[in-house]
Nanobody, 115 residues
Framework: QVQLVESGGGLVQPGGSLRLSCAAS????????MGWYRQAPGKQRELVAA???????NYADSVKGRFTISRDNAKNTVYLQMKSLKPEDTAVYYC?????????WGQGTQVTVSS
């Protein structure tokens, strides 16, 4: 059974930093994308950052220059380094992996940016 477990969320002041981690277990074959989405109350889930097969990376315009997505294949983990956080970054962040067998989601981790 495929499972994605996020960690690293929490409360941080504006301008602060957090690093989210997503540890994958189970067999996921032929991965063609992995990344992070977020959803704020009353809003639709939106793409934050994704690594596409071949190594290309996409970022939402709102996070370019502040967030960095990376992966550690040996640890089977995907990261999202978030810097210069703003109140509008407050949301539940979800890990996502797409492979030939389907699309998989983590349960989400809350990020709250507030003074």
């Amino acid at each position: 059974q495929v499972q994605l477990v996020e960690s690293g969320g929490g409360l941080v002041q504006p301008g602060g930093s957090l690093r989210l981690s997503c540890a994958a277990s189970g067999s996921i074959s032929n991965i063609y994308a992995m990344g992070w989405y977020r959803q704020a109350p009353g809003k639709q889930r939106e793409l934050v950052a994704a690594i596409i097969s071949g190594g290309s990376i996409n970022y939402a315009d709102s996070v370019k220059g502040r967030f960095t997505i990376s992966r550690d294949n040996a640890k089977n983990t995907v990261y999202l380094q978030m810097k210069s956080l703003k109140p509008e970054d407050t949301a539940v962040y979800y890990c996502n992996v797409a492979g030939s067998g389907g699309v998989y989601w983590g349960q989400g981790t809350q990020v709250t940016v507030s003074s």
